[in-house]
């Protein structure tokens, strides 16, 4: 079975710190990744999409890298503000899993102002 | 636009109901999904379509009938849920093809009593 974890589940930063949230897959065959944002009782808002040509993405403060050899992915979301609280959830699209999005479990932050 | 709607945005709704959930996107995607999310959990796969033909069925209960009338638009009819069957439920779409990006809608949370 192919997995995506998440880990921690849950992360607590004051604000202005950076964030550090990490994705880790079994399959290397991956085409690509994406990360998502979740308020809670909301819908999915896609933040960034590596393709598998790609070691990162950067929008604003977020930047995503894709290390296919150590199955990792990482998102970094720089200057943390309150408004950054929320679920973040990392999804790979991996060819053994159907070519379906796989997601991770997220990863609930908090940042306390 | 990368915007994807659906409604309604809430639903409650007896066993013995009949009801549908709809989602929109004109963005000319012609891949377009259903996930049914649990509370803390991360979205589950339901149905795809693909060029308007129904191509993953994840073994959901026929309860649940998807249908896709356009590219547009895609349906998801209920009927006879059990109270298990309460959870948001998601629509998403993207390019067909595994380098599309997939763009969520904000969900309708369903309650079956």
């Known amino acids: 079975k192919q997995e995506v974890t998440q880990i921690p589940a849950a992360l607590s930063v004051p604000e202005g710190e950076n964030l550090v949230l990490n994705c880790s897959f079994t399959d290397s065959a991956i085409y690509n990744l994406q990360w998502f944002r979740q308020d809670p009782g909301k819908g999915l808002t896609s933040l960034l999409l590596i393709q598998s040509s790609q070691r990162e993405q950067t929008s604003g403060r977020l930047n995503a890298s894709l290390d296919k050899s150590s199955g990792r992915s990482t998102l970094y979301i720089a200057a943390s503000q309150p408004g950054d609280s929320a679920t973040y959830l990392c999804?790979?699209?991996?060819?053994?899993?159907?070519?379906?999005?796989?997601f991770g479990g997220g990863t609930r932050v908090l940042v306390k102002p | 636009d990368t915007e994807v709607t659906q409604t309604p945005k809430h639903l409650v709704m007896g066993m013995t109901n009949k009801k549908s959930l709809k989602c929109e996107q004109h963005?000319?995607?012609?891949?377009m999904y259903w996930y049914k999310q649990k509370a803390k959990k991360p979205p589950e796969l339901m149905f795809v379509?693909?060029?308007?033909?129904?191509?993953i069925n994840e073994s959901v209960p026929s309860r649940f009938s998807p249908e896709c009338p356009n590219s547009s638009l895609l349906n998801l009819h209920l009927h006879a849920l059990q109270p298990e069957d309460s959870a948001l439920y998601l629509c998403?779409?993207?390019?067909?093809?595994?380098?599309?990006?997939?763009?969520f809608g904000p969900g309708t949370r369903l309650t079956v009593t």
């Open positions: 963005m000319g995607h012609r891949a």
């Open positions: 998403a779409s993207s390019q067909v093809g595994v380098r599309g990006e997939q763009y």
């Open positions: 999804a790979g699209l991996i060819k053994a899993a159907g070519n379906k999005l796989t």
């Open positions: 379509y693909s060029y308007e033909k129904l191509s």
